[in-house]
């Protein structure tokens, strides 16, 4: 194991050329700069300084030239770690919780523009149902979420309605079909509006496909495995919006955080995600 104190005199004295001047760098009297690049030597196996007849002027040898590359390297490493170290105690974490069902991608957009005016945040999201975030932000697991839930549920940042249609593949459906159902799991507002509004109209249903994913939902309605309930801006083109069932009230995204104070960091994103997720 090379002793990081042994390189950074060895390199001392090759940039210097002389151990008067090396020891007047790093403070250290000449006697223990010549022990120290000794014990290296001893350390490494071979001779690493060339000193003339005076002593006064030093060269490295093959075998030094070689190991101050190195040596240099590892100097440069060790400064390196020691100052990310030392940053990183101010590195606030930033833990966000996102529907299983929002769009990806553009939580990625929005949260890559908020890391552009506050490069010194660290940013977690964690994904998951809206009841299951909801309990992370009781147990404090999360600062900040967003959440899908019944309009004017509760207090938030700020709240978004969210129109909600029944989508469907290819198929057609006849009106005494059992109707074939791609569903979020249970606890999902969009699973319940779609089993109530069935029920509630007397239509026969089934789960014929079942995901967290808002990617594997669509997917499924695009291949003709089922229908279901989802939000409007979720409407793809390979979709068609089913208009010969009850249309499905609106639910509500909102905007909320754990109880009490948030950091200014923190009530930054929260003020940024308010813009972003506006409507233009």
Same mark, same amino acid.
């Given at each position: 194991?090379?002793? #990081?104190? #042994?390189?950074?005199t060895?390199?001392?004295?090759?940039?210097?050329?002389?151990?008067?001047?090396?020891?007047?760098?790093?403070? $250290?009297?000449?006697?223990?700069?010549?022990?120290?690049? /000794?014990k290296?030597?001893?350390?490494?196996?071979?001779?690493?300084?060339?000193?003339? $007849?005076?002593?006064?002027?030093?060269?490295?040898?093959?075998?030094?030239?070689? #190991?101050i590359h190195?040596? =240099?390297?590892l100097?440069?490493?060790?400064?390196?770690?020691?100052?990310?170290?030392?940053s990183?105690?101010?590195?606030?974490?930033?833990?966000?919780?996102?529907?299983e069902?929002?769009?990806? =991608?553009?939580?990625?957009?929005?949260? %890559?523009g908020?890391?552009?005016?506050?490069?010194?945040?660290?940013?977690?999201?964690? &994904?998951?149902?809206?009841?299951?975030?909801?309990?992370?932000? %009781?147990?404090?697991?999360?600062?900040?979420?967003?959440?899908?839930?019944?309009?004017?549920?509760?207090p938030?940042?700020?709240?978004?309605?969210?129109?909600?249609?029944?989508?469907?593949? %290819?198929?057609?459906?006849?009106?005494?079909?059992?109707?074939?159902?791609?569903?979020?799991?249970?606890?999902?507002?969009?699973?319940?509006r779609?089993? /109530?509004? #069935?029920?509630?109209?007397q239509?026969?249903?089934?789960?014929?496909?079942?995901?967290?994913?808002?990617?594997?939902?669509? @997917?499924?309605? %695009?291949c003709?495995?089922?229908?279901s309930?989802?939000?409007?801006?979720?409407?793809?083109?390979?979709?068609?919006v089913?208009?010969?069932?009850?249309?499905?009230?609106p639910?509500?995204? @909102?905007?909320?955080? $754990?109880?009490?104070?948030?950091?200014?960091?923190? /009530?930054s994103?929260?003020?940024?995600?308010?813009?972003e997720? &506006?409507?233009?």
């Open positions: 194991m090379l002793d #990081l104190e #042994l390189l950074k060895f390199v001392c004295v090759a940039d210097e050329g002389s151990f008067t001047r090396a020891a007047e760098r790093v403070h $250290r009297a000449q006697s223990t700069v010549s022990q120290q690049v /000794r290296l030597e001893e350390l490494v196996g071979h001779s690493l300084l060339l000193r003339d $007849r005076t002593g006064q002027n030093i060269s490295v040898t093959e075998h030094g030239e070689m #190991l190195y040596a =240099r390297r100097l440069a490493l060790s400064s390196e770690a020691v100052e990310a170290l030392a990183d105690v101010d590195l606030e974490i930033l833990r966000i919780g996102v529907p069902d929002f769009d990806a =991608r553009r939580m990625a957009l929005i949260l %890559a908020f890391n552009r005016q506050q490069p010194q945040a660290r940013l977690e999201t964690v &994904s998951g149902m809206s009841t299951d975030l909801k309990q992370k932000l %009781a147990s404090g697991d999360i600062d900040i979420a967003l959440v899908k839930r019944e309009p004017d549920s509760g938030s940042w700020a709240a978004w309605p969210e129109e909600l249609v029944w989508v469907k593949g %290819a198929q057609t459906l006849a009106a005494n079909d059992v109707v074939p159902l791609a569903l979020f799991p249970q606890g999902c507002l969009y699973r319940q779609a089993i /109530r509004l #069935l029920d509630v109209a239509r026969p249903w089934r789960v014929a496909f079942g995901s967290h994913s808002l990617t594997g939902i669509q @997917a499924a309605v %695009a003709g495995l089922g229908i309930v989802l939000p409007a801006s979720a409407v793809l083109p390979e979709h068609s089913c208009t010969d069932l009850p249309t499905p009230p639910t509500e995204l @909102a905007l909320i955080s $754990r109880e009490g104070a948030l950091s200014g960091l923190q /009530r994103l929260v003020e940024f995600l308010r813009v997720l &506006s409507p233009a």
